[in-house]
């Protein structure tokens, strides 16, 4: 039809998202406009990275402006991107254009100057390479990025200086890395200052247990109440390997009560986990969250001024004239009675419509949690939640015995990607070294080289989000940077490190050698976009194994549970029976 292509990338709990498509998509005379003009798209980014991954850097390219959700992509016919931008209001809002004028001018420019927009196309294809260009250095002394990072630390928030506010909680497992390493305490006391306020503070739910996505502010007051299972996970992650270094009994209790909450309040068809909570419920961001003076009181009567010695509650509110649930510290009160009034303000709130839940299972985001729980398991002495940790794992496993997808079974699109290879042989390995599973080690090792074949790209040297062979973007996603999760090549790295430890099989020594010398070749002028490649080439660099050779169960077990206290994954674990 000689018709450019609207691409609208968002995702299921995304806040903006709906509601531009309720102002717009779903606006009659606006959908006339798009129907007429335009080959309209609309894309879950989480079911497809790749493509989320291509066109937010297409839009930092062709405009120089930060992307975000919803993204708004106008492609050539040959889905080329040329121009885009993020949200669009119907009518002109705060300087940005109303999207009908933007569709009506878009319109307007590609029928004008078609042929010169599609033969654009090599130009940017040409940025997309330059992008990926790498500079000399082989190998380096990794510990200055950390002192570097450390500079943009808030000291008296936590975090990151500025807002909006995000966790990042896998640039700080990074710094706590070094800790490790260097017995530093500045960095100690930052991820302890981190965990604190985030854990304290109204980006937790307090109730119930989970962190939100970010804040708007900088003092993590004000959340932006959508709960992301990601999230969630590094929170988890973190705490373990904080807890390992350093006891403390409220931030355990933090970890138990998140770890209850994902594991009831996230779990979705097959037993498997969903995405997301959206941070509306009635069309309203955080109303399920959130609470009036005038309800607590009613609610509580006169326990409220025991509740007021726990939490910041005040007539005129935190937000919009109502609360957000913000701990105070070092008051004493009674921990039981003060339990017994969050348990019923708990059941007063799921009296309440609940914010809409993604119920999309991620593979990548079930063993990456599965992975996790395993260790807080461990540490907590949890049989418990050791043993549900096993049941996911027996679940996933009998899902993917014959094959592994992302999201769903059966999609004749892009149906895995990178991360969901290397998260669950990352889980594979753990169900070797805490119990000795040799098959989940041979499988592993199958899946490893089957990731290799099919997203290495032997030109740039580095793994690619989808499947080399069946790529359907108008270049590569050669993605480095850790995003939501840690980015799946320095997770393949750590995995490729453990696997050459255990087996002593050269091809995995020669794998790891490529990939170390690529990331080191990109770490410099991208390295606070590579936090997790720094903690793992570092792993890489100075192993550290622990070989058992024994048929005495208790022995085993007082062994592995010795060396996750003192190493956590840091550590290969390796049985020996002659």
């Known amino acids: 039809?000689?018709?450019?292509?609207?691409?609208?990338?968002?995702?299921?709990?995304?806040?903006?998202?709906?509601?531009?498509?309720?102002?717009?998509?779903?606006?009659?005379?606006?959908?006339?406009?798009?129907?007429?003009?335009?080959?309209?798209?609309?894309?879950?980014?989480?079911?497809?990275?790749?493509?989320?991954?291509i066109f937010q850097k297409s839009l930092a390219i062709l405009t120089g402006a930060q992307g975000g959700w919803p993204l708004s992509m106008f492609l050539d016919e040959n889905a080329v991107p040329f121009t885009g931008g993020t949200y669009f209001p119907p009518k002109e809002l705060h300087g940005r254009p109303s999207f009908i004028n933007v569709l009506e001018n878009v319109s307007k420019v590609y029928q004008e100057n078609r042929d010169k927009i599609i033969n654009q196309a090599n130009q940017m294809k040409m940025v997309f390479r330059e992008l990926n260009k790498k500079n000399a250095?082989?190998?380096?002394?990794?510990?200055?990025?950390?002192?570097?990072?450390?500079?943009?630390?808030?000291?008296?928030?936590?975090?990151?200086?500025?807002?909006?506010?995000?966790?990042?909680?896998?640039?700080?497992?990074?710094?706590?890395?070094?800790?490790?390493?260097?017995?530093?305490?500045?960095?100690?006391?930052i991820v302890e200052k981190l965990l604190l306020t985030v854990s304290s503070r109204g980006i937790y739910d307090h109730l119930e247990g989970g962190i939100s996505r970010y804040t708007v502010d900088e003092k993590w007051i004000v959340p932006h109440f959508e709960k992301?299972?990601?999230?969630?996970?590094?929170?988890?992650?973190?705490?373990?390997?904080?807890?390992?270094?350093?006891?403390?009994?409220?931030?355990?209790?933090?970890?138990?009560?998140?770890?209850?909450?994902?594991?009831?309040?996230?779990?979705?068809?097959?037993?498997?986990?969903?995405?997301?909570?959206?941070?509306?419920?009635?069309?309203?961001?955080?109303?399920?969250?959130?609470?009036?003076?005038?309800?607590?009181?009613?609610?509580?009567?006169?326990?409220?001024?025991?509740?007021?010695?726990?939490?910041?509650?005040?007539?005129?509110?935190?937000?919009?004239?109502?609360?957000?649930?913000?701990?105070?510290?070092?008051?004493?009160?009674?921990?039981?009675?003060?339990?017994?009034?969050?348990?019923?303000?708990?059941?007063?709130?799921?009296?309440?419509?609940?914010?809409?839940?993604d119920d999309k299972p991620q593979t990548d985001l079930n063993s990456f949690w599965s992975y996790v729980t395993f260790y807080s398991s461990i540490l907590?002495?949890?049989?418990?939640?050791?043993?549900?940790?096993?049941?996911?794992?027996?679940?996933?496993?009998?899902?993917?015995e014959n094959k592994i997808f992302h999201c769903y079974d059966g999609n004749k699109e892009v149906d895995v990607f990178l991360e969901d290879y290397v998260y669950f042989c990352l889980l594979l390995l753990t169900m070797y070294e805490l119990k000795n599973d040799k098959i989940s080690l041979k499988k592993c090792e199958s899946l490893m080289s089957e990731a290799w074949i099919n997203f290495f790209n032997s030109n740039d040297k580095i793994l690619q989000k989808n499947k080399v062979q069946f790529n359907d973007l108008f270049v590569e996603p050669i993605d480095l940077n850790d995003n939501n999760i840690p980015n799946g090549n320095s997770i393949y790295l750590f995995v490729c490190n453990k696997l050459f430890n255990i087996?002593?099989?050269?091809?995995?020594?020669?794998?790891?050698?490529?990939?170390?010398?690529?990331?080191?070749?990109h770490i410099n002028s991208n390295f606070s976009q590579m936090f997790s490649y720094i903690k793992i080439l570092d792993i890489c660099e100075e192993n550290v194994t622990v070989t058992i050779n024994s048929?005495?169960?208790?022995?085993?077990?007082?062994?592995?549970?010795?060396?996750?206290?003192n190493f956590m994954d840091k550590a290969t674990i390796i049985y020996k029976e002659d």
């Open 380 to 400: 907590l002495d949890d049989e418990n939640l050791y043993e549900k940790s096993s049941n996911k794992f027996n679940n996933l496993s009998k899902l993917y």
């Open 551 to 565: 048929k005495n169960p208790k022995t085993i077990n007082k062994i592995k549970k010795f060396v996750v206290k």
């Open 228 to 357: 992301m299972l990601y999230d969630n996970i590094q929170y988890v992650n973190l705490l373990n390997n904080y807890l390992n270094q350093k006891e403390n009994g409220y931030l355990k209790n933090k970890m138990r009560q998140t770890i209850n909450f994902i594991n009831s309040e996230f779990v979705t068809k097959n037993n498997l986990l969903g995405s997301a909570y959206d941070a509306d419920s009635d069309g309203i961001e955080g109303k399920y969250y959130i609470w009036t003076y005038k309800e607590l009181n009613e609610l509580l009567g006169n326990d409220l001024e025991l509740f007021k010695k726990k939490y910041q509650v005040s007539q005129q509110g935190n937000f919009e004239g109502s609360n957000i649930l913000v701990e105070n510290l070092n008051i004493d009160y009674s921990a039981d009675d003060i339990l017994k009034i969050e348990k019923n303000l708990l059941e007063n709130r799921k009296k309440r419509n609940k914010p809409f839940f």
């Open 503 to 521: 087996l002593g099989n050269q091809k995995w020594s020669e794998k790891i050698d490529i990939l170390s010398k690529s990331f080191h070749s």
């Open 137 to 189: 250095v082989l190998n380096q002394d990794l510990e200055p990025y950390v002192e570097k990072i450390i500079n943009y630390t808030d000291e008296v928030n936590g975090g990151f200086k500025g807002a909006p506010k995000f966790p990042q909680f896998y640039i700080f497992d990074t710094i706590l890395h070094f800790y490790k390493k260097t017995k530093n305490k500045k960095y100690l006391e």
């Open 1 to 53: 039809e000689k018709k450019p292509i609207f691409l609208s990338i968002g995702y299921a709990s995304c806040h903006w998202c709906h509601v531009m498509a309720h102002e717009s998509f779903e606006n009659i005379e606006t959908a006339k406009i798009m129907n007429e003009k335009f080959i309209n798209i609309k894309v879950d980014r989480e079911e497809r990275p790749d493509l989320d991954f």
